[in-house]
């Protein structure tokens, strides 16, 4: 096989691999914010930005289910098993546009509810869905 083929089929086992992510329609938590700490025992506020807004039915007020996506491990076969993704926590809607919203923590739910997960807390990357 050439080299010119061997770079073909390269390319399109690359694309092929990462095509699930570029057809995802999931919404995300694209960025957490913080606000600064001045040392005194105030409880400092996270505001969570998602990539979805009013374009896809978010008004101020919304409340969305966060979900985290981990992977299992067989420790039988020492391989990835498959991939489980479970809610964990709920968000309200604070500011809405037209393709973005920011949210703040509403509730974790209860640890019976939940498996157990690190690292804890509503992160980066989180999967977010309108609550029904």
Do not use: W
């Not at 919404?27 to 600064?36: G, H, R």
């Not at 374009?55 to 420790?75: E, T």
């Not at 391989?79 to 973005?100: G, S």
């Amino acid at each position: 096989m050439g080299a010119r083929m061997k770079l073909f089929c390269h390319i399109i086992f690359i694309l092929l691999l990462f095509q699930p992510l570029a057809l995802s329609e999931d919404f995300v938590v694209y960025n957490v914010q913080k606000a600064l700490s001045f040392g005194n025992d105030e409880v400092l506020e996270k505001d969570y930005f998602i990539n979805m807004g009013h374009q896809n039915g978010l008004r101020v007020g919304s409340i969305l289910d966060v979900y985290r996506k981990i992977s299992s491990y067989d420790v039988r076969t020492e391989k990835l098993y498959l991939n489980v993704t479970f809610p964990f926590a709920r968000l309200k809607v604070i500011h809405v546009e037209n393709q973005l919203a920011i949210a703040r923590l509403e509730k974790f739910l209860p640890p019976e509810k939940t498996p157990v997960f690190f690292p804890p807390g509503v992160m980066a990357g989180d999967i977010v869905k309108k609550a029904e």
